[in-house]
């Protein structure tokens, strides 16, 4: 009971969360198969911070993403929301909890209905959630519409009459209007211009300081997620590999595959002695459809062993704050 | 767009069927065997005493080419063959008319409810679908004609007398729903997974909302593509129940039932069932021209060839 009431508590929890898509059915050649595309994904999210979520196309971040609001049904494991189970709640019990936890989509041109105006697109969760008037609401989208650095005027146009990065706002508009306490980013710029990205990065963290928001940020730059992230998580064909403080994990990466990552960011030298040394990793990422035995990662490892084919190692705190899942972590 | 002024000009002349009728002063839906008319100061009767052959019957009057009255004769039972035309072209247009409306309000509604609710909805409104598309067109469209031509349609308070248009029209609407439910269906599966109906979804817009706000808006393209291309089709059905005599009944015209009244006198007076045929062919073309047009003006990848977004 005391732990209910605790002001720690996480706003966002999952427990061995899972993802399976059946492909195909019993009749097509290959029979029917299974991908896990998130698999035993265990994550906290406290309030007020950001957690990074990096990793390498297609290894179920974008489907980690919308098990987490829910679009998709998660098949294994647990979703808490401030300690509230809502793994399987009906799309219509679901209707108060979206006002809280919002989502952005990676790419704002297919996330907007190309068919109607921004103003209407934004002011479409206060219609179906709030009671407000059409005075109420226009003023509330005139609002909304400053805080993105949107000009209250471009509420008559339409999502193709804007750039990139203005869609964007538009989007972000939209996922706050409801004040909420969570919102899960998807690669919120990753199709946008390095310029423009960081214009975004800089109205998220203004939003965040100004709304109290928390975020959830999923990325596959690692310098992005580096500068605004409180934690990161590194993901590996659907599993976490690692998880602590962003500092640590980018001071002293403790997976092998972290490491990799992280190696490969670029810097500017400063000095020549200083350069880094580059890990490539070999090989391509495995099929899901068909994941390595042991350790998913150990085919291209570079320090795999044995062990490390057949015993598959589980997500261990190492340090204070520092979880890894690997047999021989450099911490 | 030259098609389109084409089809406008004939619905033009067929609104003004009253008009062409009072001002030559004859009745379309009567038989007017006995009548005499006056064609350059001598009196000529619209039927007349048949002198090939046997010698037996009556051949009626051919075409006058005189805009006073019988411009292209009279008919078999002495009727004015142009007040005819245009009288039973109005029918035609406004039946073609109706049943695409029809088609499209229930292809639409069963294309959007079955590709966005999915699961047993999908498949029971599908598999409903299956069983019309299964059937010939038109030997459903007899089928259905013979089975309610005598008594007419009666649901509940919903009464369709047997002679009424509405009999067509509901029964041509009917057979071509899933030519229109299908494609949309199509569309509205793969607009469910945008990722703007995603978002929708996630905001907690309820699906009623989604299909009529955020699917519908999408898909009118492909829905005024198909008004001109269904008209089409349905106006040739529409004179083939007619000429099979299951759709417009006398002594209502259409294309159909003139062409079927002019079978007879094929060998005599070729015009009567010649001008409804062209009358048909040309709307029918200057509706798939149209129709054709349309798409490619409103087809997303012609505007992305145009240079624009």
Same mark, same amino acid.
């Given at each position: 009971? /005391?732990?209910?009431?605790?002001?720690?508590?996480?706003?966002?929890?999952?427990?061995?969360?899972?993802?399976?898509?059946?492909?195909?059915?019993?009749?097509?050649?290959?029979?029917?198969?299974?991908?896990?595309?998130?698999?035993?994904?265990? *994550?906290?999210?406290?309030?007020?911070?950001?957690?990074?979520?990096?990793?390498? /196309?297609?290894?179920?971040?974008?489907?980690?993403?919308?098990?987490?609001?829910? *679009?998709?049904?998660? %098949?294994?494991?647990?979703?808490?929301?401030?300690?509230?189970?809502?793994? /399987?709640?009906?799309?219509?019990?679901?209707?108060?909890?979206?006002?809280?936890?919002?989502?952005?989509?990676?790419?704002?041109?297919?996330?907007?209905?190309?068919?109607?105006?921004?103003?209407? *697109?934004?002011?479409?969760?206060?219609?179906?959630?709030?009671?407000?008037?059409?005075?109420g609401?226009?003023?509330?989208?005139?609002?909304?519409?400053?805080?993105?650095?949107?000009?209250?005027?471009?509420?008559?146009?339409?999502?193709?009459?804007?750039?990139?990065?203005?869609?964007?706002?538009?989007?972000?508009?939209?996922?706050?209007?409801?004040?909420?306490?969570?919102?899960?980013?998807d690669?919120?710029?990753?199709? *946008?211009?390095?310029?423009?990205?960081?214009?975004?990065?800089?109205?998220?963290?203004?939003?965040?300081?100004?709304?109290?928001?928390?975020?959830?940020?999923?990325?596959?730059?690692? /310098?992005?997620?580096?500068?605004?992230?409180?934690?990161?998580?590194?993901?590996?064909l659907?599993?976490?590999?690692?998880?602590?403080?962003?500092?640590?994990?980018?001071?002293?990466?403790?997976?092998?595959?972290?490491?990799?990552?992280?190696?490969?960011?670029?810097?500017?030298?400063?000095t020549?002695?200083?350069?880094?040394?580059?890990?490539?990793?070999?090989?391509?990422?495995?099929?899901?459809?068909?994941?390595?035995?042991?350790?998913?990662?150990?085919?291209?490892?570079?320090?795999?062993?044995?062990?490390?084919?057949?015993?598959?190692?589980?997500?261990?705190?190492?340090? %204070?704050?520092?979880?890894?899942?690997?047999?021989?972590?450099?911490? | 767009?030259? @098609?389109?002024?084409?089809? &406008?000009?004939?619905? #033009?002349?067929?609104?003004?069927?009253?008009?062409?009728? +009072?001002? #030559?002063?004859?009745?379309?839906? $009567?038989? $007017?065997?006995? @009548?005499?008319?006056?064609?350059?100061?001598?009196?000529?009767?619209?039927?007349?005493?048949? !002198?090939?052959?046997?010698?037996?019957?009556?051949?009626?009057?051919?075409? $006058?080419?005189?805009?006073?009255?019988?411009?292209?004769?009279?008919?078999?039972q002495?009727?004015?063959?142009?007040?005819?035309?245009?009288?039973?072209?109005?029918?035609?247009?406004?039946?073609?008319?109706?049943?695409?409306?029809? !088609?499209?309000?229930?292809?639409?509604?069963?294309?959007?409810? #079955?590709?966005?609710?999915?699961?047993?909805?999908?498949?029971?409104?599908?598999?409903?679908?299956?069983?019309?598309? #299964?059937?010939?067109?038109?030997?459903?469209?007899?089928?259905?004609?013979?089975?309610?031509?005598?008594?007419?349609?009666?649901?509940?308070?919903?009464?369709?007398?047997?002679?009424?248009?509405?009999?067509?029209?509901?029964?041509?609407?009917?057979?071509y729903?899933?030519?229109?439910?299908?494609?949309?269906?199509?569309?509205?599966?793969?607009?469910?997974?945008?990722?703007?109906?995603?978002?929708?979804?996630?905001?907690?817009?309820?699906?009623?909302?989604?299909?009529? +706000?955020?699917?519908?808006?999408?898909?009118? !393209?492909?829905?005024?593509?198909?008004?001109?291309?269904?008209?089409?089709?349905?106006?040739?059905?529409?004179?083939?129940?007619?000429?099979?005599?299951?759709?417009v009944?006398?002594p209502?015209?259409?294309?159909? $039932?003139?062409?079927?009244?002019?079978?007879?006198? &094929?060998?005599?007076r070729p015009?009567?069932?010649?001008?409804?045929?062209?009358?048909?062919?040309?709307?029918?073309?200057?509706?798939?021209?149209?129709?054709?047009?349309?798409?490619?003006a409103?087809?997303?990848?012609?505007?992305? +060839?145009?240079g624009?977004?």
């Amino acid at each position: 009971m /005391s732990e209910e009431m605790n002001t720690d508590q996480p706003i966002l929890e999952t427990r061995a969360l899972g993802k399976r898509f059946s492909i195909g059915t019993r009749f097509s050649s290959e029979g029917r198969r299974v991908v896990h595309a998130v698999d035993n994904v265990s *994550l906290t999210v406290r309030r007020g911070e950001t957690l990074g979520l990096v990793g390498e /196309s297609g290894c179920g971040k974008s489907t980690l993403a919308r098990c987490l609001v829910r *679009l998709y049904d998660i %098949t294994d494991g647990q979703l808490l929301f401030e300690g509230n189970d809502v793994t /399987s709640k009906s799309l219509a019990s679901l209707r108060p909890l979206r006002r809280r936890l919002q989502m952005v989509f990676q790419d704002p041109s297919a996330s907007l209905n190309p068919r109607r105006r921004v103003g209407d *697109l934004v002011a479409e969760p206060l219609r179906v959630h709030t009671k407000l008037s059409g005075a109420g609401i226009r003023q509330r989208v005139a609002e909304l519409f400053e805080l993105v650095g949107l000009l209250p005027d471009h509420v008559v146009r339409y999502p193709h009459e804007f750039s990139g990065g203005q869609r964007q706002r538009v989007g972000i508009a939209r996922a706050i209007a409801l004040n909420p306490d969570l919102v899960v980013l998807d690669e919120p710029v990753s199709a *946008l211009d390095v310029s423009v990205q960081a214009q975004i990065v800089n109205l998220l963290a203004d939003l965040q300081d100004k709304l109290k928001l928390s975020y959830i940020f999923i990325a596959h730059d690692l /310098s992005v997620v580096r500068q605004v992230s409180n934690r990161i998580a590194v993901m590996y064909l659907g599993s976490i590999v690692e998880e602590g403080a962003s500092e640590d994990v980018f001071a002293t990466p403790a997976h092998p595959y972290s490491q990799a990552l992280i190696s490969a960011v670029p810097v500017v030298e400063t000095t020549p002695s200083g350069r880094r040394k580059r890990i490539i990793l070999s090989g391509d990422v495995p099929s899901p459809l068909k994941p390595p035995s042991g350790c998913r990662f150990h085919p291209r490892c570079p320090v795999a062993q044995d062990r490390c084919r057949t015993e598959r190692p589980a997500l261990q705190e190492h340090k %204070t704050g520092r979880k890894v899942a690997c047999h021989f972590p450099t911490i | 767009m030259a @098609a389109l002024i084409l089809f &406008l000009l004939i619905v #033009a002349a067929c609104l003004s069927a009253p008009l062409y009728a +009072r001002w #030559a002063g004859v009745d379309p839906f $009567t038989s $007017t065997l006995d @009548a005499v008319i006056q064609i350059d100061g001598q009196d000529v009767p619209v039927m007349e005493q048949s !002198t090939e052959g046997l010698g037996l019957g009556y051949t009626p009057l051919g075409p $006058t080419w005189r805009l006073g009255n019988y411009f292209l004769g009279a008919d078999n039972q002495g009727r004015d063959v142009m007040a005819r035309l245009l009288y039973g072209g109005l029918n035609s247009l406004l039946i073609s008319a109706a049943a695409t409306v029809l !088609t499209l309000i229930l292809g639409t509604s069963a294309g959007l409810v #079955a590709g966005y609710f999915g699961g047993v909805t999908d498949t029971v409104l599908s598999r409903f679908l299956d069983i019309l598309w #299964a059937f010939p067109i038109y030997l459903l469209a007899i089928s259905l004609s013979i089975v309610t031509i005598a008594q007419g349609i009666s649901i509940g308070p919903i009464t369709i007398e047997s002679g009424s248009l509405w009999l067509p029209v509901i029964i041509i609407g009917i057979v071509y729903v899933p030519y229109v439910a299908r494609p949309i269906r199509g569309q509205v599966l793969s607009l469910r997974n945008s990722e703007f109906v995603l978002a929708a979804i996630n905001l907690g817009v309820p699906g009623h909302r989604i299909l009529w +706000r955020d699917i519908l808006p999408n898909i009118t !393209t492909t829905l005024i593509v198909f008004v001109p291309l269904m008209m089409a089709l349905n106006m040739l059905t529409e004179s083939a129940l007619s000429f099979l005599s299951i759709g417009v009944q006398p002594p209502d015209a259409s294309w159909g $039932t003139i062409i079927q009244d002019g079978q007879a006198l &094929l060998y005599t007076r070729p015009i009567v069932a010649l001008a409804p045929g062209i009358a048909i062919a040309i709307s029918v073309m200057a509706l798939n021209v149209f129709g054709d047009g349309l798409r490619d003006a409103l087809d997303p990848r012609s505007k992305v +060839r145009l240079g624009r977004d």
